[in-house]
């Protein structure tokens, strides 16, 4: 990944909530960003598939991530809007969702994903809506940090 974006897996790997849910970033540039999913049960809806707020879970976290690599130092985001459509189940295995941040203006940002299993087949297409607004003054250290 380039400089400053290993920043960005970093402050993932030290998330607590990126922790508990198994996502992980693999790939990170400027307003992209793809994270990975290895599905287990605890993922599973009671048909035995992957649960739909996993997917949107890791959609949104992929293009929050691609809003966030995109900002200026200063700058944080939030969601504002979540769109999912579902277009196949899965059971198990990895799945990916790739981001970008197709816009991100001065209050607002809009980014897309593209969730996928490990053959690369669309499991679902997302976008999403951001607020973008000031850090606080001990958060606006560096882009990543916020």
């Known amino acids: 990944m380039p400089d400053g974006l290993d920043d960005l897996a970093a402050l993932v790997e030290g998330s607590s909530f990126y922790?508990?849910?198994g996502m992980r970033v693999v790939a990170?540039?400027?307003a992209a960003v793809t994270v990975a999913l290895d599905l287990g049960e605890q993922h599973a809806n009671l048909?035995?598939?992957a649960h739909g707020g996993v997917l949107a879970t890791?959609?949104?976290?992929?293009?929050?991530?691609?809003?966030?690599?995109?900002?200026?130092?200063?700058r944080r985001h939030v969601t504002i809007e979540l769109g999912v459509h579902y277009l196949r189940?899965?059971?198990?295995g990895t799945i990916t969702a790739a981001g970008?941040?197709?816009?991100?203006?001065?209050?607002?940002?809009?980014?897309?994903?593209?969730?996928?299993?490990?053959?690369g087949t669309d499991l679902a297409r997302a976008s999403g809506t951001y607020s973008v607004t000031s850090a606080p003054a001990q958060q606006a250290t560096s882009p990543m940090a916020q």
Do not use: H
Request: glycine share 8%; proline share 2%.
């Open 100 to 119: 970008r941040a197709v816009r991100v203006g001065r209050d607002v940002a809009y980014a897309e994903a593209a969730i996928t299993d490990a053959r």
């Open 89 to 92: 189940a899965v059971r198990t």
């Open 28 to 30: 990170a540039e400027r």
């Open 47 to 49: 048909q035995g598939f």
């Open 58 to 74: 890791i959609a949104d976290a992929a293009m929050g991530l691609s809003v966030r690599s995109a900002l200026e130092p200063g």
């Open 19 to 21: 922790r508990w849910s």
